[in-house]
């Protein structure tokens, strides 16, 4: 009676793994994943303008390379899940106006851009090219280099001497865009991508007013536009 239990365990079991087993093979079968990886430039510039100690001082976000890596999940034919990771140097440049000839304070800085969006494929191609439009929310991190602290510490930042609290800022955003795939393969594609990163502007720790914990201020506001434009490869993963 034992033995006939067991085996009839074991033969439950066995049945049990054999359908998760095919299951699995199905959803493997079945997965489609683009992987993709692009490069090219960005091109924030964000000129602000503000006085301190009774001087006029303009900034702005320097050019910078940019590169983009990630995957996308296929819902049916024309829509697409997006997440991707963005990074490259957008430097801050400050320039006291007053001062002649106008050379600006470079503090190098970093643009981390994490994004989740939606890809609407057109639902035609011609010459083996389709256009796309896109849309979706992201979290941007601006961080200043060790370089740009010592440079707030020793230099300081426009009217101040010193910049004890410059560090990096946190910012929710949006991004928009369009761009072009080109077959070239059943597996590769050639992707052309234009898009428009929307936050509001980078103040690196820096209060607007002057504080108790630090007088070196830096009062800007509105939109910046992180406009990157890229070029690169997708791969094709799983069922095409």
Do not use: C
């Not at 090219?129 to 941007?140: F, I, K, L, Q, T």
């Not at 020793?154 to 369009?178: C, E, M, Q, R």
């Amino acid at each position: 009676m034992l033995k006939q239990t067991v085996r009839a365990v074991l033969a439950l079991a066995l049945g049990f793994l054999s359908t998760g087993a095919v299951q699995a093979r199905d959803l493997v079968k079945d997965l489609q994943l683009d992987v993709f990886a692009l490069g090219g430039g960005s091109t924030l510039v964000d000129p602000q303008y503000w006085n301190d100690a009774g001087r006029l001082y303009h900034s702005r976000m320097d050019l910078g390379y940019k590169y983009t890596v990630g995957v996308a999940v296929p819902y049916g034919k024309l829509l697409s899940l997006e997440m991707a990771f963005t990074s490259g140097p957008n430097n801050l440049v400050v320039t006291n106006t007053n001062h002649f000839p106008h050379v600006g304070v470079v503090y190098p800085a970093n643009d981390y851009i994490g994004s989740l969006s939606a890809v609407f494929h057109a639902p035609f191609s011609h010459f083996g090219m389709r256009p796309y439009a896109e849309g979706g929310v992201e979290y941007d991190r601006f961080t200043p280099t060790q370089a740009a602290i010592t440079t707030a510490t020793n230099v300081g930042f426009a009217a101040v001497s010193t910049a004890p609290y410059f560090t990096h800022n946190d910012k929710l955003g949006i991004n928009v865009g369009v761009g072009l795939d080109r077959k070239l393969s059943r597996r590769l594609t050639f992707r052309i991508d234009l898009r428009d990163h929307v936050t509001s502007p980078p103040a690196f720790g820096l209060p607007p007013h002057p504080t108790s914990d630090s007088a070196a201020t830096f009062p800007v506001s509105g939109r910046a536009h992180d406009i990157v434009y890229t070029a690169g490869i997708l791969f094709h993963l799983g069922k095409l």
